[in-house]
């Protein structure tokens, strides 16, 4: 009997903070539903407070795109403004892949959803690509960020990318090609560890072998040097991007 | 515009590039002039733009000849715009396009977006004067006018009176909506806590919780954005939102998944369900939350992940191994085959003919070729020819 009475003791106390969390989030959907139609305008418009809104909601963790049904999705907008550029994202990178392998620069990445979205949509950030891109991790189709001299690589394909394939990106791009003696004098490998990154590189389209080149071979990305150029997107590309 | 100068576009040693934007048109003040699309480019010296068309056509102006700039919002019909107030230029110019301006601001109209990026980078180079440090060749134009001792031009002094008035308000309009941001971030965080003490509540009591209970707080969880505390596991996964959610799936995409050969992978289905809804979105973390109670609510679809983690959408009635059988009996008729090669005998996406082969292959019908032309697979003839 007096085990009885402890179980109903802690039901009550669970029951009474649900409850209690119950009334608060009441009060909280008001405070944000105030928020909202001083601010919303603010969050659409302004990327800067973008990004402060997005960091402080990181630092006392909540996720305010973690589900469309949640609050700051339902009414302070946000979620849609990610998840279509989620959308879009996804179908330049599926357009370009049979290009450059599934790596892009984010400011390709970035000019081109720009003109897919038209002259009538918002505009949208480098940032704002960023967090609908850790987003659209979780649909396991390998999207990674991958840091190298002061930007990003995005990578849209399964492919196994380790450190070591990282760290001669990076080094590729300064000038868009890397060779194995740069490899070598930076990186101090030995040449067999060096050909077989730039071996899985190449094998999954991600760069490009110019034997040609005076001196030694050189490895290219298609990621970095298409940059510069900015090609459109071919009909038939689009077509392989929307399924 | 007479500020500016025709250049090679090359950048000079010590010359590094910021930015760039397409689709960039440039006025003289309130005229439009000839250059109406080109590239323009921002480096650490100066502001370049480039003719789409005719590549020859660059011209150039040295940032240090910028006395401020504006945004102007984009209107119906009106890209959005940068204002770039310019102090005269100085005698020793080199060769540009005009003599002559009666304007001493320029504007640059982003025709194909991107001016807010531009904008901000424009504001830190002007702020950081990078150039000043990094000295480069003859070629570029330094325009001492801008140290010491500004030459203002008439009419300039008030327009800056202006600026710093408007920037005075929208820092207030800012830095209210910063105040009420913070304001809503403390109730937030009391919603963590209290959900973190509830979470503690539940591990304590091992079980004794009811059903009931654990489906509201979750949904609660759901609502705030704020990652369940207690492990999944224990106690279930999903909230009813994505039980819902599951079931529409299952009608959703009956038909497109029939249409596709039984089988997509997550992110088409993302794709295909967020651009039906049109509004009222799914998350990506929604969509395989929801598919990942597919099989325990026995629906007519199923979620899979292969080993290489990427996760697909299949309908019940497909078996991936009777595909495997189908695709050896390809791979043979043509000797051997790549992913993409696959993909576009069979109509299937490349990632999914990839699985597919790689699937084959772990059963032992194919073999692979792995060389730096690609990654090709062949009928096993170590499993049949023994």
Redesign the interface.
Known sequence: LPQAKYKERGTVLAEDQLAQMSKQLDMFKTNLEEFASKHKQEIRKNPEFRVQFQDMCATIGVDPLASGKGFWSEMLGVGDFYYELGVQIIEVCLALKHRNGGLITLEELHQQVLKGRGKFAQDVSQDDLLRAIKKLKVLGNGFGIIPVGGTFLIQSVPAELNMDHTVVLQLAEKKGFVTVSEIRASLKWEPERAKQVLEHLLKEGMAWLDTQAPGEAQYWLPALFTELYSQEITPEEAKEAIP | MDRFSWTTGLLELGETLV????GVRLSDGEEKVKFDSGVLLLSTHRLIWRDQKNHECCIAVPLSQIVFIEEQAAGIGK??KIVVHLHPASSNKDPGPFQSSKYSYIKLSF???????FY?RLSEEITQRRWENMPTGQAMQVNKDSQAGRIRAVGIVGIERKLEEKRKETDK??SE??E???K??E??????E??K??AN??K??QG???ED?TI??KS?L??????NPVTRETYGSGTQ?HMQLAKQLAGILQT?LEE?GGI?????V???V??ARG??????????NACKMLESLKLPLRLR?FD????VIELQSHNEEEMVASALETVSEKGSLTA?EFAKLVGM???LAKERLLLAEKMGHLCRD???E??RFYPNLFLTQS
């Open positions: 930015v760039q934007q397409r890209s959005a025709k194909e977006h991107g001016q807010i990026e901000r309009n800012i909506a910063f009420d941001l913070s809503l971030m109730k937030a965080k009391e919603m963590v209290l959900s003490s509830i509540k539940i304590e009591k004794d919780i009811t209970e509201r707080f609660y759901l609502s705030m954005g704020i990652a939102y497109p596709r997509m992978s997550l992110t088409e993302y794709c295909l967020n651009r509004l009222e979105l799914l998350s990506p973390e929604d969509l395989v992940i290489s983690g990427v996760m993409d996406s490349v990632l792995d060389s730096v690609g990654l």
